[in-house]
């Protein structure tokens, strides 16, 4: 009797020991598996952006150059022409005696002309320059609004800056520049939805 009650609680044994492996390893399975999914969805959770790609290939961008060399071409137009004027006004003083009312009268008209010349070219370049920033800030606007909005879309925690950097850089200045700007080493992984933000910010009127 007491034999078969041994044989008996040790085949309960066994098969509860049996129950618990079987139960462990799926129990293993499933948590390796959440784990796995978990590991896959947060890969996704971190994006990545080119700003300078943006900028520089958006059709805003080429919109932008586009008038600016029109803009440009015409200035260079109008300053031709005036120094032109210049030039032939000089040729006119060779024809008018020196100290003539007529002489000092065209002497001022070209000192005129010159200082109406040197005055539009340095308001040009503070025009441009002013010109330039106030687009590339509004433009950098749209691309942190279209981000959010894309980052938002794509269930997305962060959204890193990604510089494209190209060697060899044209000065010392300018690679330590690179180094000190550029954060994101490597983004393998993370989902780079520069092109989706840049069809944003391209559709924006």
């Given at each position: 009797?007491?034999?078969?009650?041994?044989?008996?609680?040790?085949?309960?044994?066994?098969?509860?020991?049996?129950?618990?492996?079987?139960?462990?390893?799926?129990?293993?399975?499933?948590?390796?598996?959440e784990r796995r999914a978990t590991s896959?969805?947060?890969?996704?959770?971190?994006?990545?952006?080119?700003?300078?790609?943006?900028?520089?290939?958006?059709?805003?961008?080429?919109?932008?150059?586009?008038?600016?060399?029109?803009?440009?071409?015409?200035?260079?137009?109008?300053?031709?022409?005036?120094?032109?004027?210049?030039?032939?006004?000089?040729?006119?003083?060779?024809?008018?005696?020196?100290?003539?009312?007529?002489?000092?009268?065209?002497?001022?008209?070209?000192?005129?002309?010159?200082?109406?010349?040197?005055?539009?070219?340095?308001?040009?370049?503070?025009?441009?320059s002013l010109k330039d920033q106030q687009?590339?800030?509004?433009?950098?606007?749209?691309?942190?609004?279209?981000?959010?909005?894309?980052?938002?879309?794509?269930?997305?925690?962060?959204?890193?800056?990604?510089?494209?950097?190209?060697?060899?850089?044209?000065?010392?200045?300018?690679?330590?520049?690179?180094?000190?700007?550029?954060?994101?080493?490597?983004?393998?992984?993370?989902?780079?939805?520069?092109?989706?933000?840049?069809?944003?910010?391209?559709?924006?009127?």
């Amino acid at each position: 009797m007491k034999i078969k009650t041994i044989i008996l609680s040790c085949l309960l044994s066994a098969i509860v020991l049996a129950f618990a492996y079987d139960y462990s390893r799926a129990e293993s399975k499933v948590q390796g598996n959440e784990r796995r999914a978990t590991s896959d969805e947060r890969r996704f959770k971190i994006g990545v952006v080119s700003v300078q790609n943006i900028l520089q290939n958006c059709k805003r961008s080429a919109k932008y150059r586009e008038e600016a060399i029109a803009e440009q071409n015409k200035f260079i137009a109008e300053s031709d022409k005036l120094r032109a004027e210049i030039e032939a006004d000089k040729a006119g003083l060779k024809t008018l005696k020196v100290g003539t009312s007529d002489y000092m009268a065209r002497v001022k008209e070209i000192f005129e002309k010159q200082a109406s010349l040197q005055a539009a070219q340095e308001f040009r370049k503070q025009q441009i320059s002013l010109k330039d920033q106030q687009w590339i800030e509004g433009l950098y606007k749209a691309i942190l609004q279209k981000t959010s909005e894309v980052a938002k879309l794509k269930g997305l925690e962060m959204v890193f800056e990604k510089s494209d950097t190209e060697f060899p850089a044209q000065s010392a200045n300018e690679l330590m520049r690179t180094i000190d700007t550029n954060k994101v080493l490597y983004s393998g992984g993370c989902l780079d939805i520069t092109d989706e933000v840049m069809a944003r910010v391209d559709e924006e009127k």
